[in-house]
Nanobody, 115 residues
Framework: QVQLVESGGGLVQPGGSLRLSCAASGSSFSMYDMAWYREVLGKQRELVARVNSGGGTDYADSVKGRFTISRDYAKNTVYLQMDSLKPEDTAVYYC?????????WGQGTQVTVSS
């Protein structure tokens, strides 16, 4: 299974932007569907965006038009570009890799949107 390390979180003002990165180590990165989830304390972890092994993407309705997921096969990395951030985007963001029975999570990175 791949190991995942997220980076890029932080504090940003409403309307600002952040780019999260998720670096995958291990083999067969191209076979994995990759996704970003987020979790707020006391709430269920929710899917934010997903890019499948072929490059197809889908997004939660709450982030459509503001967030963009992409993957770099050469760098074994997945990105989440977050624009027009809102306070309700504040959460811990987790990277996920899934392929058949293989499922891995990163350690999470905090994103705080506040003035």
């Amino acid at each position: 299974q791949v190991q995942l390390v997220e980076s890029g979180g932080g504090l940003v003002q409403p309307g600002g932007s952040l780019r999260l990165s998720c670096a995958a180590s291990g083999s067969s990165f191209s076979m994995y569907d990759m996704a970003w989830y987020r979790e707020v304390l006391g709430k269920q972890r929710e899917l934010v965006a997903r890019v499948n092994s072929g490059g197809g993407t889908d997004y939660a309705d709450s982030v459509k038009g503001r967030f963009t997921i992409s993957r770099d096969y050469a760098k074994n990395t997945v990105y989440l570009q977050m624009d027009s951030l809102k306070p309700e985007d504040t959460a811990v963001y987790y990277c996920n890799a899934n392929w058949a029975w293989r499922n891995s999570w990163g350690q999470g990175t905090q994103v705080t949107v506040s003035s």
